[in-house]
């Protein structure tokens, strides 16, 4: 969805064993293109759910695009990257994420990621940890943290019965009112934040092809896992950030997973009057931890 991109931002693709990723990367001015080769990349990933794409960074990552090479994709199954019709698991995205690194940096990288796909990258740190340089992550969580799921909202019988997955998914991302209605009252703090943009952005990525295999693979809990069984091996400096009303998955959560390693996570920030996507809802607090991020640890 190169139209929801900000000005002097591209569309590049790079292929994977599970399929291609697009992602998007300072291309034309006001960026300077002829110097962009010589500075260190940051990687931003985005999170899981109807929807996701991209698009969910690019209010926070153009502050950086003087000083860092950009790169920020659409995971497989999300945005514009490849749709495989398959029954996804864990390590489609382990796999294809650190192949990705593998093709469009130079290692070890900076990744920011946000909820599920942090929680993943967490896992990648720990089995390949001469990839990341650090990591800055918002909200991480296996979304069976300590073995309490919190991700599942529907039947399992109903998001797998053929016909019926269709018209959950359709109702449920593919109409502009449901994904109004889910930002506004489960991703943000303050819906009145949720602009005419950030609908249409998701909704255009919702409309991909093949699209809801992904999603429903999601929904099925087929992608949770229990982070707190991980967290303890990571050794990457890390900082994690924390909408101080998301939901789903608590701050008493977050802080709870910090416990848990707090030689690794240097640091762990509440983000006052904000959701789950703080990075979306208030670019301006995470663009300046961010800053400060860098700053330490590159």
């Known amino acids: 969805m190169l139209q929801f991109q900000p000005p002097g931002f591209g569309q590049k693709v790079v292929h994977t064993s599970v399929g291609f990723m697009t992602y998007y990367t300072q ?24 929807g996701a794409c991209a698009y969910e960074w690019s209010k926070v990552y153009p502050a950086f695009a003087v000083t860092h090479e950009i790169i920020a994709p659409d995971l497989i199954g999300w945005g514009e990257s490849a749709h495989p019709v398959r029954d996804y698991q864990i390590n489609d995205y382990l796999t294809s994420i650190a192949e990705f690194i593998r093709h469009t940096c130079r290692p070890p990288v900076t990744v920011i990621a946000s909820s599920l ?38 039947p399992l019988g109903l998001i797998n019965t053929p016909l019926l997955d269709d018209f959950i998914y359709t109702i449920g991302a593919k109409n502009e009112l449901a994904v109004r209605n889910f930002l506004q009252s489960f991703l943000f703090a303050k819906p009145e934040r949720v602009s005419q943009e950030m609908v249409q952005a998701f909704l255009a990525s919702a409309k991909q092809p093949n699209a ?19 967290i303890q091996q990571l050794t990457i400096p890390t900082v994690i950030l924390w909408g101080e009303e998301a939901q789903f998955t608590s701050v008493q959560l977050g802080q709870r997973l910090r416990k848990l390693n707090t030689n690794a996570i240097r640091d762990f920030h ?17 663009i300046g931890l961010l800053q400060r991020f860098l700053k330490i640890n590159t």
């Open 27 to 50: 291309t034309t001015a006001p960026w300077l293109i002829a110097e962009r080769e010589n500075l260190p990349p940051l990687v931003f990933l985005h999170n899981f759910g109807g």
């Open 117 to 154: 796909t942090a929680g993943l990258i967490i896992r990648l740190a720990i089995t390949h940890p001469f990839l990341f340089q650090a990591l800055f992550l918002v909200c991480p969580s296996g979304f069976d943290d300590f073995g309490q799921g919190v991700g599942r909202r529907l």
């Open 212 to 230: 809801k295999f992904a999603a429903l693979a999601f929904l099925q809990g087929n992608l949770y896992f229990d982070l707190s069984l991980y």
């Open 270 to 286: 509440t983000i006052p009057d904000a959701g789950v996507l703080p990075h979306l809802e208030r670019p301006e607090v995470v």
